[in-house]
């Protein structure tokens, strides 16, 4: 089966400017994960979809993140405007079922550099 | 809140070198603790985890983990390091009241192996 696919895989933009990453979780994981990790830092979570709905939103920094997940598949991430903070590598992941034994499955991230 | 701290950020070992990364955590409640480990241009692939049955946990290519609640510790060993396994690992708590899945990681141990 496919893994979870994010693009783009690198962004180089100027602060102020816009940026949307995007995820493909696997084919039927209605659970989709968004982590994030700042240069040399630990990574933390952002926020959590069930489907096409919002679980949980806490881990996200401030209102200029927009998550969204149209139609419960994939899922994008914008960053408008971004800032000089925002670079890091963002992850995203998917599951099947959120508990008991299920791990999530992770994909390869996508780098964004705000300059 | 939970946190998880693994010591040095890098560990170099050479290669049929016993492995050793550290990990502790600090949670409140009983916790699930994992290791993931990340590939170059790859995704967060998990290694183990401990989900409160047997406190010595093995995973795959050979790595082992055994939870420690005296010392609130979770260190990751492999008894001959291969060339292979150099990477960046991180270790990661969870709150099974609140989220399986809503992981809190360490800042990460990148692992060298030479020949």
């Known amino acids: 089966e496919a893994g979870v696919t994010q693009f783009p895989s690198h962004s180089v933009i100027e602060k102020g400017q816009t940026v949307t990453l995007r995820c493909d979780p696997i084919s039927g994981h209605d659970n989709l994960y968004w982590y994030r990790r700042v240069m040399g830092k630990e990574i933390k979570f952002l926020l959590h979809?069930?489907?096409?709905?919002?679980?949980?939103e806490s881990g996200m920094p401030n209102n200029r993140f927009l998550a969204e997940r149209t139609g419960g598949t994939y899922s994008t991430l914008k960053v408008q405007p971004a800032e000089l903070e925002d670079s890091g590598v963002y992850f995203c992941a998917s599951s099947q079922v959120a508990s008991g034994a299920n791990v999530l499955t992770f994909g390869a991230g996508s780098r964004l550099t705000v300059l | 809140a939970q946190s998880v701290t693994q010591l040095g950020s890098h560990v170099s070992v050479s290669e049929g070198a016993l492995v050793l990364l550290r990990c502790n955590y600090s949670s409140s409640v009983p916790p699930y603790l994992f290791w993931y480990v990340q590939y170059p241009n790859q995704g967060l692939q998990l290694l183990l985890k401990y989900t409160s049955a047997a406190t010595l946990v093995k995973g795959i290519n050979d790595f082992e983990a055994e939870f420690k609640k005296s010392e609130t510790s979770f260190h990751l060993t492999k008894p001959s390091a291969h060339m292979s396994d150099a990477a960046e690992y991180f270790c990661a708590v969870s709150d099974p009241n609140t989220g399986f899945q809503k992981l809190v990681f360490g800042t990460g141990t990148r692992l060298l192996v030479s020949p």
């Open positions: 979809f069930v489907k096409e709905s919002k679980q949980d």
